[in-house]
């Protein structure tokens, strides 16, 4: 081969490399395709479940499914005459009652459930007007016979779902949720991550430079000053070229406005695209910064709103590192000028110095969280030595099977299509209500047969204590209400929450979910325990709240007193700042797995398993799962404990007098039908309530008030945008009323 033959060649090669990376592109959308194909499809099965003539065998020759993929996708299409899935469940049942005589030798069969006991109380102080004649009815009838209820429990295997005649259009088809293996493949679920421990650090944060630019007016705030700077075309190079102008040394710069990474987004198909292509737009004396160890191909992080820009000198790509980031991490700024800001991130660390010496604020609110919580682990008693990780198989287990956040629009005919009005409560600080017990240690596997060995008053315990619990769930039959427990489903939701009288589903939740079910005022639930996690009771994010509680509170007061309006918001956004390193502290001990993004130059290689987010002429954008780090503060234990007490909090939440319950508030405590929506923290109703404010973390403040009548939202961006003309409403009222 000659010089011309070779140079040939590679420039076919590089065609053919341009062509191979055309082709996974394609492969990639086609692979997405088909996934949004196919929860489609699921989702039409599951729909035409409603109708009362529907036929597996039909549906599944129309989807090109088989019956039984069908009928796992809607059990109700289950074409087995019912006579023999009663005979079928009795001959089950009757094994299980009447076991084969076995040799000595061997151990009994355990039952695979056990009937959780209800668990009644007295009615709450404030109480609503009384619901509908027949759940008062079984309301009575549940109170009367409470020692008894469980025997009143019809075995599940001989009860159908009990099909309504009009059942409203399914989201997405059911998702199976993984469970508790048996035999040696068990004993990892009971472990924990050998050599892994959250251990309190020896050492203090280094304080990096930071600056505030609002890109939209080019204003600069360094240190006590404000300097207006020349963006030019607001790319990261040239933000960087005339911050590092003014302000040498800078390693942070929050931008508070303008939010340069959306100029040119329509020209993308999507914000993520325009994000990641600004990222990476080419500059002279700027390029990625790789970082070193565990990051080395992080790189920047592309979010559609919060993006985060890592940028090193061309001539030194090793030496210092400047971050663009966005102040929306930490609070939305609301219009507030760039010396507002800075008031407030100033006002942020004299509030947490005062609870740690040692406070520093670090580049995002998870990551200062995080930080700050690893200097309250104990230096004396039980777990001075730090807190075990749990084995990665039990992290993987409550990644899948932890939701977060409650988040539902609830639709006709469940409420009205015509709302009376649109009222909007959201819980202060929600989360800080939550840390004061959270679980430790390795759990004890509860399998059914164990659990149905406990006394009733054990039961109680294991129930009420810091666990997590495999179950199946029957909806009363005369239930009128919202759904009490989550229900995994596929699609972008994953989680909904089952309320149609009859439904059965299985599911996963925390203990303070099943005591609910069981003990709330209304009715019990029927729940089967299938098998769960029982930790032990600790304090290990007690004290990191009570600091950040303070914290808040000491700036949420100065919000209100202080003389000077500046200062005023100021302290306001700090107070929102510290809600974040709570709320982003707290998610970052879930530790999901790993969400690594990067780039490469066109024309290399591309590391294996990614996802391409965009191309220039230059560079590749892409991600990647990376799975479970071996990180010592990886606690998804804490995080599912919290969210799983907070999601039962939107129902039922109790107002204290030490240690007397005085009250109570939550969707439980509203009229059937009269619940809109659910969102994380905050419910919307057709209806004000007589929940008191005290101005404590968790209480309900009322936060809008749409006057109608209302179109009901069809979707959560209409939705989103009544709870704006909502609070925009009550803001007028409210300053009207102090004027």
């Not at 033959?5 to 086609?30: C, D, P």
């Not at 089950?92 to 009447?98: E, G, K, R």
């Not at 102080?125 to 759940?135: C, I, K, R």
């Not at 600004?278 to 910064?289: G, I």
Request: proline share 8%; charged share 20%; aromatic share 6%.
């Amino acid at each position: 081969m000659d010089r011309k033959s070779y140079t040939a060649e590679l420039a076919g090669l590089r065609e053919l490399r341009t062509e191979i990376t055309a082709a996974e592109k394609a492969v990639a959308a086609a692979q997405k395709e088909l996934d949004k194909l196919t929860a489609q499809r699921a989702r039409r099965v599951a729909g035409l479940a409603g109708y009362e003539g529907a036929q597996a065998p039909a549906i599944a020759k129309a989807s090109g499914l088989s019956v039984g993929d069908v009928v796992r996708i809607a059990p109700l299409l289950d074409p087995t005459p019912a006579a023999v899935r009663a005979a079928k469940a009795d001959d089950q049942a009757a094994a299980v009652a009447a076991p084969a005589p076995a040799p000595v030798a061997e151990p009994v069969a355990e039952p695979a459930v056990a009937v959780a006991p209800a668990l009644t109380r007295p009615a709450p102080v404030l109480e609503q007007p009384a619901p509908a004649a027949p759940v008062v009815e079984d309301q009575v009838v549940a109170e009367q016979v409470a020692p008894a209820v469980a025997a009143l429990v019809v075995p599940a295997a001989s009860v159908a779902p009990v099909a309504a005649v009009e059942r409203p259009a399914v989201a997405a088809g059911p998702r199976e949720l993984p469970t508790l293996p048996e035999g040696p493949a068990g004993a990892r679920f009971e472990a924990v991550t050998t050599g892994l421990v959250s251990k309190r650090p020896n050492f203090t944060q280094q304080v990096r430079a930071t600056v505030f630019l609002d890109a939209a007016a080019g204003m600069l705030a360094v240190r006590d000053q404000v300097v207006r700077v020349d963006l030019g075309a607001r790319t990261p190079g040239e933000i960087l070229d005339a911050v590092l102008a003014t302000a040498p040394g800078t390693e942070r710069i929050y931008i508070t406005a303008g939010a340069p990474w959306h100029d040119g987004a329509e020209r993308y198909s999507t914000l993520k695209d325009a994000v990641a292509a600004w990222l990476n737009t080419p500059s002279e004396r700027w390029t990625t910064a790789v970082g070193s160890g565990r990051d080395k191909l992080a790189g920047h992080f592309v979010h559609q709103r919060q993006p985060v820009g890592r940028y090193a000198p061309v001539a030194s790509p090793d030496g210092p590192v400047t971050e663009i980031r966005s102040m929306g991490e930490w609070f939305d700024p609301d219009g507030a000028d760039v010396v507002t800001c800075r008031q407030a991130f100033t006002l942020l660390w004299q509030a947490l110095r005062r609870h740690w010496d040692d406070a520093v604020l670090m580049g995002s609110p998870s990551q200062t969280g995080r930080d700050l919580w690893s200097r309250t682990i104990p230096t004396t008693g039980k777990w001075a030595g730090g807190y075990p990780v749990l084995s990665e198989e039990l992290r993987g287990l409550l990644h899948a099977t932890g939701g977060q956040g409650r988040t539902e629009l609830i639709l006709p005919p469940r409420v009205p299509d015509q709302l009376p009005a649109l009222v909007e409560y959201d819980r202060t600080f929600a989360y800080a209500k939550h840390l004061w017990k959270s679980p430790v240690g390795t759990p004890r596997r509860i399998t059914a047969g164990a659990f149905a060995a406990m006394t009733g008053a054990e039961q109680v315990k294991a129930l009420m204590s810091c666990s997590h619990w495999n179950v199946r769930v029957t909806v009363p039959q005369r239930w009128q209400h919202v759904g009490l427990l989550p229900a995994p489903v596929t699609g972008d939701r994953a989680w909904i929450y089952p309320s149609e009288p009859g439904t059965t589903f299985t599911t996963w939740a925390g203990g303070a979910e099943i005591h609910l079910a069981l003990s709330n005022h209304l009715m019990p639930w029927k729940v089967e325990i299938l098998g769960g996690l029982l930790f032990e009771d600790g304090k290990p994010l007690d004290e990191w709240g009570k600091r950040l509680k303070s914290a808040w509170a000491d700036l949420t007061n100065l919000s209100k007193l202080h003389g000077d309006e500046r200062q005023r918001t100021a302290a306001y956004l700090a107070s929102r700042a510290v809600r974040s390193v709570l709320l982003f502290g707290l998610g970052g001990f879930a530790q999901r797995p790993r969400l690594v993004s990067g780039t490469t130059p066109v024309g290399e290689a591309l590391p294996a398993g990614v996802e391409i987010l965009g191309q220039d002429g230059e560079v590749v954008t892409w991600q990647r799962q990376a799975g479970f780090s071996r990180d010592p503060y990886a606690h998804p234990e804490w995080a599912a404990y919290v969210w799983s007490g907070a999601r039962a909090a939107l129902l039922d939440m109790k107002y204290r007098d030490g240690k007397q319950i005085v009250g109570h508030a939550g969707a439980l405590h509203a009229k059937p039908g009269t619940v809109v929506y659910f969102g994380t923290d905050g419910i919307a109703l057709t209806e004000r309530q007589p929940w008191p404010y005290r101005g404590e973390p968790g209480d309900y403040l009322l936060k809008g008030h749409l006057t109608g009548p209302v179109e009901h939202p069809a979707s959560q961006e209409q939705y989103l945008k009544l709870r704006g003309l909502g609070r925009a409403e009550l803001a007028a009222i409210e300053k009207g009323a102090d004027q």
